[in-house]
């Protein structure tokens, strides 16, 4: 049983335009999630994380979306850059949890 | 994340060896993180220690997997007699403390031939 469902294996967009990148989870015990991005043969590298308490937030082109009552949460990029191009990995922390259960990731390919 | 150290980068070990995966934590981390990664899936969680204490292990074989996090040096994955199965990228994490964002290391790449 997956806790964490990152639907899309892959999302292609072109560059300048919006990256948009869901995340599901069933745990109602939630209360952190995070986003990491991962280029091959690299360990994840943190990107942008949100408390339970928020519904928004923001760092540079990295914006990430929670929708507590919908159990979703997306990562927005913008503009995309080819750079961008990496997997994307959701992962959510339970209260008094240490570890991070994690999605399985979305690959993101941002043509030129 | 360059700041967890794990060694070796790749490791090739015979069914039936033992393979030893070494994570130093960024400096000031005390919490541990081991993870794997299969081929096509995501990271699934192994075990989180503190020094010298398990915190969860819930995620880890109950065989032939073993980890230590001692009050001097890394943090210890063992697995004893490998099999082709136990092939798979197995990264470390550490953080300051349990509640926030964890960095990772770079991981090991363990070959079972």
């Known amino acids: 049983d997956q806790q964490v469902k990152q639907n899309s294996p892959s999302l292609s967009v072109q560059e300048g335009r919006i990256s948009i990148l869901n995340c599901d989870y069933t745990n109602s015990m939630f209360d952190y999630f995070l986003w990491y991005k991962k280029y091959p043969a690299e360990g994840p590298t943190f990107l942008i994380s949100?408390?339970?308490?928020?519904d928004k937030n923001e760092d540079g082109r990295f914006t990430v979306f929670l929708n507590k009552s919908a159990k979703h949460l997306s990562l927005h990029i913008v503009p995309s850059q080819p750079g961008d191009s990496a997997v994307y990995f959701c992962a959510a922390r339970g209260r008094s949890q240490g570890n991070l259960i994690f999605g399985k990731g979305t690959k993101l390919s941002v043509k030129p | 994340n360059a700041g967890v150290m794990q060694n070796p980068r790749h490791l090739v070990r015979r069914r039936g060896q033992e393979a030893r995966l070494r994570c130093s934590p960024m400096k000031g981390h005390s919490h541990v993180y081991w993870y794997r990664q299969l081929p096509e899936e995501g990271l699934k969680f192994m075990v989180y220690?503190?020094?010298?204490?398990?915190?969860?292990e819930s995620g880890m074989p109950k065989e032939r997997f073993s980890a230590e996090f001692p009050k001097e040096g890394p943090s210890i994955l063992r697995i004893q007699q490998v099999v082709r199965g136990d092939s798979a990228a197995y990264f470390c994490?550490?953080?300051?403390?349990?509640?926030?964002?964890?960095?990772f290391g770079q991981g090991t790449r363990l070959t079972v031939v």
């Open positions: 220690l503190q020094k010298e204490n398990i915190i969860d």
């Open positions: 994490a550490s953080s300051p403390r349990g509640d926030t964002e964890a960095f």
């Open positions: 949100i408390s339970s308490i928020k």
